[in-house]
């Protein structure tokens, strides 16, 4: 399965909506949602915060953890 693959299948519903926002490493920024989509996100279980940028959160599947790390 390629890193692309992965990334879609663990945003599932999601990746139609955002896929042109979801970054390579799977991450999505909340600039892009709305209210109530980031507090979905935000309470969901298994999707993680990875960081607060300088304006925004960020959101990523967890079963995409260290995808960034790898290769291939």
Do not use: A
């Not at 890193?3 to 600039?31: A, Q, R």
């Not at 990875?50 to 925004?56: A, I, L, T």
């Amino acid at each position: 399965m390629t890193k692309e693959e992965k990334i879609k299948e663990s945003w599932g519903v999601y990746y139609n909506m955002f896929h042109k926002y979801i970054k390579k490493d799977g991450i999505l920024s909340e600039m892009h949602l709305t209210n109530n989509q980031c507090n979905i996100f935000y309470n969901d279980e298994n999707i993680e915060v990875v960081e607060k940028g300088s304006d925004y959160w960020y959101y990523r599947p967890k079963s995409l953890q260290g995808i960034e790390d790898n290769n291939g």
